[in-house]
């Protein structure tokens, strides 16, 4: 069986091709079968192929209704970063203290979407004005300290709607509803919502899907980069009770510790991670979908866990300028109420295909 995929080409050297199978028709996606980097040119328009040979790879399981999906992982006009399928390894296997992030245990998951950067004031803007113009309502506003700096100041229930906003706004699938036969979108009010996990529209990531994003393809490390923190790397509250901390500067972020707080930075200030991401680290706390299991890293299911049926506090990630490096490793998990809308809280989106 060959494959072969024209790609009109991007304007960059590279692109990365996965090829995913589907043994179902296209409900479930498994992990690429192939991986292919080429070199491209950049003229414009110019059409390259990309061709598999499936023979040395097909391993005969893949018959009944199968299909192939390409996905390409160039420059993502939406600013988002294609995190591949695959297992990684979750859980943190090095301090010790984090009593909920063990054993460290492997999670396969499928392939998605991230928003590279945190959501700006400028972007939580623009779809929340579109939002209360069509049906939306929200608990808080919403602030930021500048529009390329992250919004904070909203609840878990705020960036929930605004995640099915901006998937109206750009015509996709909303993933949000009020009922469990998916036909009301949420739009309003507080509500737990049921989840179409196979919309393309944007919704929170899980905690699976986070903490695998956040790694950035690494295994066995603290940060998304590896295993110390300093001030040149994240915007977090530096400490010398961490030996892992080992930024020359302490307290809050000397660049951003400027004026009144809140004392965010504007996103993406700093390296990206190995998938191209920004802030995976500090800066504001990032909502996740799930709710608080303590339990979560023994009991939770091997293949795209989405978390615990109901509780009463939802998950945030990734720690904030406030808060200290121990707070901002890849295995750290932080609850609070989905009304909270502290001002070093945040979020991203993630979406399918």
Avoid at 16 to 22: G, K, N, R
Avoid at 150 to 173: H, L, M, Y
Avoid at 281 to 308: F, I, K, M, Q, R
Avoid at 314 to 329: E, I, K, M
Wanted: hydrophobic share 35%.
């Amino acid at each position: 069986m060959d494959i072969t995929y024209d790609l009109a080409d991007p304007g960059v050297a590279s692109v990365s091709i996965w090829i995913l199978v589907s043994q179902d028709a296209g409900t479930n996606w498994n992990v690429p079968a192939y991986t292919f980097t080429g070199a491209y040119g950049v003229s414009p328009g110019l059409n390259k192929a990309v061709v598999w040979n499936a023979g040395a790879d097909w391993n005969g399981q893949y018959t009944a209704n199968c299909r192939v999906r390409v996905l390409a992982n160039d420059a993502d006009p939406a600013g988002l970063a294609l995190i591949p399928a695959g297992p990684f390894q979750m859980g943190d296997p090095l301090d010790g203290d984090i009593a909920d992030a063990r054993p460290v245990h492997s999670v396969n998951v499928s392939a998605f979407y991230m928003d590279k950067s945190l959501i700006t004031g400028a972007r939580w803007i623009g779809v929340y004005q579109w939002g209360t113009l069509h049906g939306y309502t929200f608990d808080n506003a919403g602030a930021a300290k500048a529009n390329d700096h992250p919004v904070q100041s909203i609840s878990w229930f705020d960036a929930v709607k605004w995640c099915n906003a901006r998937s109206e706004q750009e015509g996709r699938t909303p993933a949000y509803y009020t009922d469990a036969a998916l036909t009301v979108i949420y739009k309003t009010g507080q509500a737990a919502p049921f989840v179409n996990w196979s919309a393309n529209g944007y919704r929170l990531p899980t905690e699976a899907e986070w903490e695998k994003a956040a790694r950035g393809g690494l295994s066995g490390q603290r940060f998304p980069w590896g295993l110390t923190i300093t001030h040149s790397q994240a915007n977090y509250n530096s400490s010398s009770s961490y030996s892992y901390d080992t930024s020359p500067t302490r307290g809050y972020n000397p660049a951003y510790a400027v004026g009144s707080q809140p004392y965010t930075s504007p996103v993406a200030v700093f390296q990206p991670n190995g998938y191209g991401l920004f802030d995976m680290a500090g800066n504001v706390w990032e909502w996740c979908w799930d709710w608080l299991d303590g339990y979560y890293y023994s009991s939770s299911p091997g293949t795209d866990p989405h978390g615990p049926a109901s509780g009463n506090q939802r998950v945030l990630r990734g720690g904030s300028w406030y808060f200290s490096a121990d707070l901002a490793r890849c295995a750290n998990r932080n609850v609070v109420a989905p009304t909270n809308a502290g001002s070093d809280i945040g979020f991203r989106c993630v979406r399918g295909f």
